[in-house]
């Protein structure tokens, strides 16, 4: 396993953002299995984030159960974080309802999750169509059998799940939502993602979302197999 995460790095206190429908907070995991490019959650991805305590987390929790709807987790890459399971099982413990980020390239740990009921809602990155998707990883090569794995217990589950893809100008075209199409098949719910403007990147290269029209454009492809699509920030 990649990550020998111990605990969360990072704690956003409150967002109605994250979690549709839910005043929830974000607990980040620190690692990644990627290397995209225009990724600005560095510190995390490098691990150069200081790990919270167990005590500090719990504490959090247990002041803010009243408050809080939902937790969210994300990253990094969640999934690969070996604590997760036992820890959501206290979260559901305290009526919290769960939403997990993942960049589903590791269907296993997954599928451990929605089988123990663990989960309440999953955001499933599909980073690019099938043809740039390594090089939108920052990898040589992926398995998209992977993926494709991730996509289908998520369908097959019940649980409520969005696709998203974090666009990029000269990263990402219109005519790769074609492609996106063709290799998720549709589904209830697809977001679309601008990457922020100029904003430090794991790459160190600075990008720019597509314009307001390239992004309606994308979306209207969507539309084709997607019951809602949103694109956010517009």
Same mark, same amino acid.
């Given at each position: 396993?990649?990550?020998?995460?111990?605990?969360?790095?990072?704690?956003?206190?409150?967002?109605? %953002?994250?979690?549709?429908?839910?005043?929830?907070? $974000?607990? *980040? &995991?620190?690692?990644?299995?990627? =290397?995209? #490019?225009?990724? /600005?959650?560095?510190?995390?991805?490098?691990?150069?984030?200081?790990?919270?305590?167990?005590?500090?987390?719990?504490?959090?929790?247990?002041?803010?159960?009243?408050?809080?709807?939902?937790?969210?987790?994300?990253?990094?890459?969640?999934?690969?974080?070996?604590?997760?399971?036992?820890?959501?099982?206290?979260?559901?413990?305290?009526?919290?309802?769960?939403?997990?980020?993942?960049?589903?390239?590791?269907?296993?740990? %997954?599928?451990?999750?929605?089988?123990?009921?663990? $989960?309440? *809602? &999953?955001?499933?990155?599909?980073? =690019?169509? #099938?043809?740039? /998707?390594?090089?939108?990883?920052?990898?040589?090569?992926?398995?998209?059998?992977?993926?494709?794995?991730?996509?289908?217990?998520?369908?097959?589950?019940?649980?409520?799940?969005?696709?998203?893809?974090?666009?990029?100008?000269?990263?990402?075209?219109?005519?790769?939502?074609?492609?996106?199409?063709?290799?998720?098949?549709?589904?209830?719910?697809?977001?679309?993602?601008?990457?922020?403007?100029?904003?430090?990147?794991?790459?160190?290269?600075?990008?720019?979302?597509?314009?307001?029209?390239?992004?309606?454009?994308?979306?209207?492809?969507?539309?084709?197999?997607?019951?809602?699509?949103?694109?956010?920030?517009?």
């Amino acid at each position: 396993m990649i990550s020998a995460e111990r605990c969360f790095r990072g704690l956003q206190k409150t967002t109605l %953002l994250d979690f549709p429908g839910k005043v929830a907070c $974000v607990l *980040f &995991v620190g690692g990644c299995s990627f =290397n995209c #490019p225009y990724c /600005y959650n560095c510190s995390l991805v490098k691990r150069e984030e200081p790990e919270l305590t167990w005590a500090a987390v719990r504490d959090f929790l247990a002041h803010r159960r009243k408050v809080l709807e939902g937790v969210c987790v994300s990253g990094g890459e969640p999934t690969l974080a070996p604590f997760l399971p036992a820890f959501l099982s206290e979260v559901k413990e305290l009526g919290l309802e769960v939403k997990l980020d993942t960049n589903g390239y590791h269907p296993e740990p %997954l599928k451990i999750l929605l089988d123990a009921h663990l $989960v309440d *809602f &999953v955001a499933l990155d599909i980073k =690019n169509s #099938p043809a740039k /998707y390594a090089a939108t990883c920052g990898l040589p090569a992926v398995d998209l059998n992977r993926i494709k794995t991730s996509l289908d217990l998520l369908q097959a589950s019940g649980v409520t799940h969005e696709l998203r893809t974090t666009v990029a100008a000269g990263l990402h075209d219109i005519e790769d939502m074609q492609e996106i199409l063709s290799f998720t098949g549709g589904g209830a719910r697809f977001a679309l993602q601008p990457v922020q403007r100029d904003a430090v990147s794991l790459s160190g290269r600075r990008f720019v979302p597509p314009t307001l029209a390239t992004l309606r454009a994308m979306g209207e492809i969507l539309k084709e197999s997607f019951n809602e699509v949103i694109i956010h920030g517009t």
